[in-house]
């Protein structure tokens, strides 16, 4: 199916929602679900669990097709379908999502979590709740986080312990002002480029590294050209479910409990997946012996590179009280 944009995407969504105003007379609503990834992509697993929890639990009232693959829309132009009661789901990073509600950008800082037990008792806490509250006044509804994983460096050049070791290297990065700004803290030089073009780039010399997950590294054989590996774990940005908000009022109070509750639980299918899918990644990776593995235990010299990237990132008035009650999760 090809993506809606332009005036076939205003089409798509004054029809859809002029069908969702309506939906509370009916007996029983399907509603869309638009997810970026492939079909066996572990958020596709969680988006298919969720649907099949919330079909159960409403005796078929509610169903809920997941469309994979960018079927229907990419991430930017999902969000702001579900924004206009367009679409009823989408499963997005909070990475975009930042560019309309600010504060969510918190979860993008560089070394914000300590570690992944402190990223799931934030998430899963009472400020992970009011994170996803802040979408609310955005037009969406925050459900659940799902997993995406670490971010680490990697390069063609040489084995990277420390941030000394990064400096002079040229590592692409997304064209993000945050990612740019960690990575010209750190010492090296942010290079913006389209992600097909990276494997090329490190064959040709026009860049020296990257920074991605596990599965990104081995999938586009990234660990080929550069096979040096740093586990620093820069970035632990979550995934989000949402929904319209628009669609979540047209719902009943007990209609609402159930798609939250099969939002939550469907958690633990795609955590469980995301590890499956990461750690066979990492089992191709090592039995190609071809890429050294660098693991970070002291953070501190990196925390300090980065302090800039937390002074300069415009998160909106809540940010220093959010980064304090990340900090202060046990």
Request: some cysteine.
């Amino acid at each position: 199916m090809m993506k809606a944009t332009g005036k076939l995407l205003a089409m798509l969504v004054l029809a859809v929602a002029a069908a969702l105003v309506m939906a509370p007379a009916l007996s029983a609503q399907t509603l869309q679900l638009s997810d970026n990834q492939p079909p066996d992509y572990p958020t596709t697993i969680g988006d298919r669990k969720f649907a099949e929890l919330v079909k159960e639990r409403t005796d078929g009232r509610i169903t809920i097709d997941v469309y994979d693959s960018a079927q229907l829309f990419d991430e930017k132009s999902a969000i702001e379908a579900a924004q206009m009661g367009g679409l009823a789901f989408c499963r997005v990073n909070a990475q975009p999502l930042s560019d309309f509600t600010p504060a969510l950008g918190v979860l993008s800082l560089p070394y914000i979590f300590r570690d992944e037990a402190h990223l799931w008792s934030t998430l899963n806490g009472p400020v992970g709740e009011e994170l996803l509250k802040e979408l609310e006044d955005n037009g969406l509804v925050g459900l659940t986080y799902y997993d995406s994983g670490s971010r680490h460096f990697y390069n063609n050049k040489r084995e990277v312990k420390t941030p000394a070791d990064m400096k002079g290297l040229k590592i692409r990065v997304q064209q993000s002002k945050l990612m740019m700004g960690l990575v010209t803290s750190l010492g090296a030089s942010a290079t913006p480029m389209a992600y097909g073009e990276v494997f090329a780039s490190l064959q040709s010399g026009v860049i020296d590294g990257a920074e991605n997950n596990w599965p990104s590294y081995y999938s586009t054989s990234h660990y080929e050209v550069a096979p040096f590996y740093t586990l620093d774990f820069h970035t632990r940005t979550p995934e989000v479910l949402c929904m319209s908000k628009f669609v979540w009022d047209s719902l009943s109070p007990e209609d609402q409990k159930i798609i939250k509750d099969a939002a939550v639980e469907s958690q633990s299918t795609q955590r469980e997946s995301w590890k499956a899918y990461e750690a066979r990644a990492i089992e191709a990776i090592r039995a190609s012996g071809k890429v050294t593995v660098t693991i970070v235990n002291d953070f501190t010299p990196w925390k300090e590179a980065v302090q800039k990237v937390y002074d300069d990132v415009d998160l909106g008035p809540k940010k220093g009280e959010y980064i304090k009650k990340i900090g202060d999760v046990k």
